[in-house]
């Protein structure tokens, strides 16, 4: 069981700048992969960006080049640097842990944290 913990979200205008931090109970070492998603109002869940456990970043298309996701395997803890935000960056954004097995994948989630862009 992997619990996570989002944090550093909050309001911010058109143009600016949040990182926001998930804290995993587990060491991120053993996880395949972390990420990051996120959910606007009436839409449904989407991938923003992953980490694998060898450092190998992916990115939605709508956020190459503005987000920055990395990972603090010390601290068991991943980030998303989102700069030049924009009001459709509004959503609450979820952390996520992949862990895969012989069987399945297995999904663990945060309890989300919303950033809201002013325009």
């Known amino acids: 069981q992997v619990q996570l913990v989002e944090s550093g979200g909050g309001l911010v205008q058109a143009g600016g700048s949040l990182r926001l931090s998930c804290a995993a109970s587990?060491?991120?070492?053993?996880?395949?992969?972390m990420g990051w998603y996120r959910q606007a109002p009436g839409k449904q869940r989407e991938f923003v960006a992953q980490?694998?456990?060898?450092?190998?970043?992916n990115y939605a298309d709508s956020v190459k080049g503005r987000f920055t996701i990395s990972r603090d395997n010390a601290k068991n803890t991943v980030y998303l640097q989102m700069n030049s935000l924009k009001p459709e960056d509004t959503a609450d954004y979820y952390c996520?842990?992949?862990?895969?097995?012989?069987?399945?994948?297995?999904?663990?989630w945060g309890q989300g944290t919303q950033v809201t862009v002013s325009s």
């Open positions: 996520n842990a992949l862990i895969h097995s012989v069987y399945r994948d297995i999904n663990y």
């Open positions: 587990a060491s991120i070492t053993n996880i395949d992969a």
């Open positions: 980490v694998t456990r060898r450092d190998s970043t």
